[in-house]
C-alpha cells in the first residue's frame, strides 16, 4: 500500500446500537495488519470478544472494562485477542485493531 491520507469526511460510519457507533477510517480494505477507528458512546454498555488485538486510545470520557478496570481521558486500555470482555462508559476512543476489524470475527454477547 502506499502512504494514504484518511479524511474524516471520507471514514464509513456504523452504528452498533443506540449508544455506541464507530467512524472506520483505516479498514481492512486498506490493510492486512491495522485498522483504525474512532467509537463514540453515550451510557454504553457492552459484552465482546475479538480475533484481534484491540487498544482503545480514550480522547474523552471514561471506559470501565471488566467492571473494575477503569480507562479515563488520555488512557489506553489493551484488549488481547480471544479475549472475552465487557466494557461500557461513556467516551470518545480510537480503536486500533491488529489484524484489522472484520465484523464477522466479533462476537457480541450483549448490547
Known amino acids: 500500500m502506499n502512504i494514504k491520507l484518511f479524511k474524516k ?13 464507530v467512524f472506520n477510517f483505516l479498514t481492512a480494505d486498506n490493510s492486512d495488519k491495522v485498522s483504525i477507528a474512532v467509537g463514540n458512546a453515550t451510557n454504553h454498555d457492552e459484552i465482546t470478544k475479538t480475533n484481534s488485538d484491540r487498544a482503545y486510545f480514550i480522547l474523552e470520557g471514561k471506559i470501565i472494562v471488566n467492571n473494575n478496570l477503569v480507562g479515563k481521558t488520555g488512557d489506553v486500555i489493551f484488549i488481547p485477542s480471544n479475549t472475552e470482555y465487557s ?12 489484524p484489522p476489524f472484520k465484523k464477522l470475527n466479533e462476537k457480541i454477547s450483549k448490547l
Open 87 to 98: 466494557f461500557k462508559g461513556t467516551f470518545k476512543a480510537i480503536i486500533v485493531n491488529s
Open 9 to 21: 469526511e471520507d471514514a464509513v460510519a456504523r452504528k452498533i446500537s443506540e449508544s455506541y457507533s
